[in-house]
């Protein structure tokens, strides 16, 4: 049964998909088995990890450690054939041309779908998931807020039948801050800094959960580190220290907790997540 859902987020470009393998071979390390799954469209992990094709189906890459790529689609049918049995009538229900076109269109139901897979073992409803803790690559930031949202908005459209039950369960394990747990990466930079921010507090407003915030790409230098460069070079790593410096000032006046995460300099797929993951040992 999962104990816990991980859910990383933030703006695009930020490292989300690298944190959430560094984040999952962490938990992996502790306790086993984890899953981590993808929500992208296309898969990330395939290419980066050097992979045969990600599907549903869990595929192992590490001990104790799975990983799956969700779709709407198969999150949905999935549901449907442990509640029908039968799959000539999952069939006859959703694979007819009208259902199709009225599944496409369901405002929050793709949402729900996910939402539903991910939360399904402390609701105990649905297929069984032989995992601890589970790891989400979700959404950039804003369409991470809508996909949160979507439960609770379908409970207020939908408050009754079974429909309006199961989006009032998932809200309610959405909120439960001993099964969610949120990760925002942002970087020293405006725009991520700033949706990281925003994102950190409209969390809290709305769902109470407070966020786990991480500053990605840190450097490990230091102004006395730049004096044997030449004068372009320090010119502008001072400009990437400033930045830094005023990341770090601007998340404090938010009064948000925050964990470095330093830059690791190298293109080597394990090189960069074993450097990441001994980091990440020595902060969590």
Same mark, same amino acid.
């Given at each position: 049964?999962?104990k816990k859902?991980?859910?990383?987020t933030?703006?695009?470009?930020?490292?989300?998909?690298?944190?959430?393998?560094v984040?999952?071979?962490?938990?992996?390390?502790l306790?086993?088995?984890i899953?981590?799954?993808?929500?992208?469209?296309?898969?990330?992990?395939?290419d980066?990890?050097?992979?045969?094709n990600?599907?549903?189906?869990?595929?192992?890459?590490?001990?104790g450690?799975d990983?799956?790529?969700?779709?709407?689609?198969?999150? =949905?049918?999935e549901?449907?054939?442990?509640?029908?049995? #039968? *799959?000539?009538?999952?069939r %006859?229900?959703? !694979?007819?041309?009208?259902?199709?076109?009225?599944i496409?269109?369901?405002?929050?139901l793709?949402?729900?779908?996910?939402?539903?897979?991910?939360?399904?073992?402390?609701?105990k409803?649905?297929?069984?998931?032989?995992?601890?803790?589970?790891?989400v690559?979700?959404?950039?930031?804003?369409?991470?807020l809508?996909l949160?949202r979507?439960?609770?908005?379908?409970?207020e459209?939908?408050?009754?039948?079974p429909?309006?039950?199961?989006?009032?369960?998932?809200?309610?394990?959405?909120r439960?801050?001993?099964?969610?747990?949120?990760?925002?990466l942002? =970087?020293?930079e405006?725009?991520p800094?700033?949706?990281? #921010? *925003?994102?950190?507090?409209? %969390?809290?407003? !709305?769902?109470?959960?407070?966020?786990?915030?991480y500053?990605n790409?840190?450097?490990?230098?230091?102004?006395?580190?730049?004096?044997d460069?030449?004068?372009e070079?320090?010119n502008?790593?001072?400009?990437?220290?400033?930045?830094?410096?005023?990341a770090?000032l601007?998340?404090?006046?938010a009064?948000?907790?925050?964990i470095?995460l330093?830059l690791?300099?190298?293109l080597?797929?394990?090189?960069?997540?074993?450097?990441?993951?001994?980091?990440?040992?020595a902060?969590?």
């Amino acid at each position: 049964m999962v104990k816990k859902a991980h859910l990383i987020t933030g703006k695009g470009g930020t490292g989300k998909s690298l944190f959430s393998v560094v984040l999952a071979r962490y938990f992996s390390s502790l306790v086993a088995p984890i899953l981590l799954c993808e929500l992208n469209e296309h898969s990330f992990y395939k290419d980066y990890l050097n992979l045969p094709n990600i599907s549903y189906k869990p595929l192992n890459w590490k001990p104790g450690l799975d990983i799956s790529q969700w779709s709407p689609e198969d999150c =949905l049918k999935e549901y449907s054939l442990h509640l029908l049995k #039968i *799959e000539s009538l999952y069939r %006859l229900f959703f !694979e007819n041309p009208v259902s199709k076109s009225l599944i496409q269109i369901a405002p929050g139901l793709h949402e729900l779908s996910l939402l539903g897979k991910m939360t399904s073992s402390p609701r105990k409803h649905g297929p069984p998931m032989p995992y601890d803790q589970i790891v989400v690559d979700a959404f950039s930031t804003g369409h991470f807020l809508n996909l949160l949202r979507a439960p609770g908005a379908l409970a207020e459209a939908i408050p009754f039948g079974p429909m309006g039950e199961q989006s009032k369960s998932i809200d309610h394990w959405l909120r439960n801050p001993e099964f969610t747990e949120v990760h925002i990466l942002t =970087l020293a930079e405006e725009l991520p800094l700033t949706e990281g #921010i *925003e994102l950190f507090q409209q %969390l809290k407003k !709305e769902f109470n959960i407070k966020a786990k915030v991480y500053l990605n790409k840190v450097s490990a230098l230091t102004l006395d580190d730049l004096t044997d460069l030449p004068i372009e070079a320090q010119n502008s790593l001072k400009d990437v220290l400033n930045s830094e410096a005023l990341a770090r000032l601007q998340l404090q006046k938010a009064a948000i907790d925050f964990i470095e995460l330093p830059l690791v300099a190298s293109l080597d797929t394990e090189i960069l997540i074993e450097g990441l993951l001994k980091h990440l040992r020595a902060a969590l």
